[in-house]
């Protein structure tokens, strides 16, 4: 049996030609942003004998990965930190150094975030009252600047605006305390309201495109939020409902992302300076407790939560991607028995998490669908408009791309 194709007009054959083209362009496109995640290796980043727990990652502009922990040696608990850097496939760790002690005695609880400037920040509690703060440049393979101790407290979060500026949220007394760290102290103070008989405490706190400061809370069984808009005063405090221990990102089009732990299920919510909670969403595994988030540019979620039921006990996380979630997923060859921290401003398509095992650091990442806001180049800094080169594995091809910091 044969057939023979009718012969076409050349205007006939010059349309056929432009749809063909045009599929051709739209199946690379696909190849190029419509993916599903896919998770890196894990990796032992401590790998020591010691008691390493307590760790949290955060991303430089570089797309590096930096890791901090508590390290309990020799009945002395020293804060240590390593460098992951991003080979094109997977991180590559360097060895891990001491940034401080806090000898035997309460508080350790450290935690880091990285401005778009590539300025590293890490802080502390040497004790109850007291917080330590050291700064460097990202790009640096190891620790450089030198630790400032200032009127703290104890379970720090930070968050960086678009100008390089860092915003501190801590407990003391169980209340919130905040800090709009200058470089040389605090530039401003608050101390959020509480109540007599019940304390306020697991804080968090992001800055989103438009430089607005937003804190969760726990106070009691219940979340709260509060606002600052840029330049401007706190607004009255929100209530989101029950729940415990509140994790915020920012994304870069104006969002700012929610979880909390509700009824041993994990629940998020979206929400603007100026708009309620909405896509409220709940993940459950099982005993669901600890969750920590993560938000692409483009606005890309990683949840990733610790299931507490000693039956399946481990690591479970959920993605958005191309405005999909996904199903529960559980991170294999884990058992991890801690909170686990994901990259909550990370500056690609990459969202790393660390969680401890045995004692141990452990870190993988995920690698989501992605546009160009979520490829950011260093010199970016949070402003401007910057010709890029990106090199499209799918489609092999230079695709220029232009990077607009205030839209993404």
């Not at 599929?23 to 290796?41: E, M, N």
């Not at 979340?223 to 808009?229: D, E, F």
């Not at 929610?258 to 998020?268: A, F, G, Q, T």
Request: charge should be negative; hydrophobic fraction near 35%.
């Amino acid at each position: 049996m044969s057939f023979s194709m009718p012969m076409l007009s050349s205007s006939r054959r010059a349309g056929f030609a432009a749809v063909i083209a045009l599929l051709i362009i739209a199946a690379l496109i696909g190849l190029s942003v419509v993916q599903a995640a896919t998770i890196g290796p894990v990796t032992n980043v401590s790998n020591d004998p010691v008691e390493s727990q307590k760790s949290k990652v955060a991303q430089d502009p570089q797309g590096n990965v930096h890791i901090v922990w508590d390290s309990t040696e020799n009945g002395n608990r020293v804060i240590r930190y390593a460098k992951g850097i991003w080979n094109g496939s997977s991180y590559q760790f360097g060895p891990s150094f001491v940034l401080g002690s806090v000898g035997g005695f309460q508080f350790a609880g450290p935690n880091l975030i990285v401005a778009p400037n590539g300025t590293i920040m890490v802080a502390w509690s040497r004790a109850m009252d007291r917080l330590v703060l050291r700064a460097w440049d990202s790009s640096s393979n190891q620790p450089g600047g030198s630790n400032t101790e200032i009127d703290g407290g104890i379970r720090v979060s930070i968050a960086p605006d678009s100008a390089g500026r860092f915003h501190l949220v801590y407990d003391r007394d169980f209340l919130v305390q905040y800090c709009e760290w200058s470089g040389n102290g605090c530039a401003r103070r608050d101390v959020f309201p509480g109540s007599s008989s019940v304390a306020s405490v697991g804080q968090d706190v992001a800055v989103d495109r438009q430089g607005n400061v937003h804190v969760v809370w726990q106070l009691g069984q219940s979340i709260k939020y509060r606002a600052r808009p840029a330049g401007g005063e706190w607004r009255n405090v929100e209530d989101l409902g029950g729940g415990t221990v509140p994790s915020i990102t920012a994304d870069g089009r104006g969002n700012v992302h929610i979880v909390k732990s509700e009824n041993y299920d994990i629940v998020y919510c979206r929400k603007t300076l100026d708009t309620p909670c909405v896509d409220r969403r709940t993940f459950d595994a099982d005993s669901d407790v600890n969750p920590s988030i993560g938000v692409t540019r483009s606005g890309s979620i990683v949840v990733a939560f610790h299931d507490n039921n000693p039956r399946i006990r481990g690591l479970w996380y959920n993605t958005l991607e191309n405005g999909q979630w996904s199903g529960t997923n559980f991170v294999s060859g884990t058992n991890a028995n801690s909170q686990p921290d994901v990259t909550s401003r990370p500056y690609s398509n990459r969202i790393s998490f660390v969680w401890d095992l045995g004692f141990d650091i452990q870190h993988t990442f995920i690698t989501l669908a992605s546009d160009e806001c979520d490829f950011y180049p260093a010199d970016v800094a949070g402003a401007g408009e910057v010709e890029a080169q990106q090199f499209n594995a799918a489609r092999r091809l230079y695709l220029p791309l232009v990077f607009h910091g205030p839209d993404c």
